[in-house]
């Protein structure tokens, strides 16, 4: 299973899976990511993980349009604004969900936003549809489950 610890800032990009429903999981090797900013591999709480404080993970020979990927995240207490990018389309096109965490039990904890050349338009895509009330736990695992159909999408 895919494990991630944000600090600050992340960001994690898939491609798109391929057409057949199976559950492919990537592990936090570098033979698997393409790594850039601050961040590293390690073992944090009983399992190995990616701590990033700013950057971009890159899942390599991924493909992804419609489904589910799940993840665990653990996240401190500073401000954090882990991402994820999925469906990318090239260099700065995909799409984005936020879980901003310091905003737990806000309106605003998750968000989507599409990126066009690189920039997501966060406060174009804003209020029912685009945003939503989430929980999150501090300094535990905590699972993250984000399913795709189409134009539709959940995260749970």
């Keep these: 299973m895919r494990t991630l610890r944000a600090k600050l800032a992340c960001v994690l990009i898939f491609g798109a899976l391929p057409a057949l429903a199976v559950e492919q999981p990537i592990p936090f090797d570098p033979a ?3 790594l850039s900013g601050d961040m590293k591999i390690e073992t944090y709480m009983g399992r ?3 701590r990033m404080r700013s950057g971009e993970a890159v899942a390599k020979d991924v493909e992804f349009l419609d489904g589910t990927v799940e993840f665990d995240l653990a996240v401190g207490t500073r401000r954090n604004f882990p991402m994820i990018g999925l469906r990318r389309q090239g260099e700065g096109e995909y799409e984005e969900f936020y879980l901003r ?3 737990s039990e ?3 904890a998750v968000q989507y936003v599409p990126a ?3 920039v997501g338009g966060w406060q174009l895509y804003h209020g029912p549809g685009f945003t939503a009330r989430a ?3 501090r300094n535990e695992w905590m ?3 984000i399913v795709l159909s189409g134009t539709k999408a959940a995260v749970f």
Excluded: C, E, I, M
């Design 32 to 34: 698997r990511w393409t």
């Design 48 to 50: 190995t993980a990616l």
């Design 101 to 103: 965490t310091h905003k």
């Design 106 to 108: 806000l309106p605003d």
């Design 116 to 118: 066009y050349q690189g």
């Design 135 to 137: 929980s999150f736990a």
């Design 143 to 145: 699972p993250v489950r």
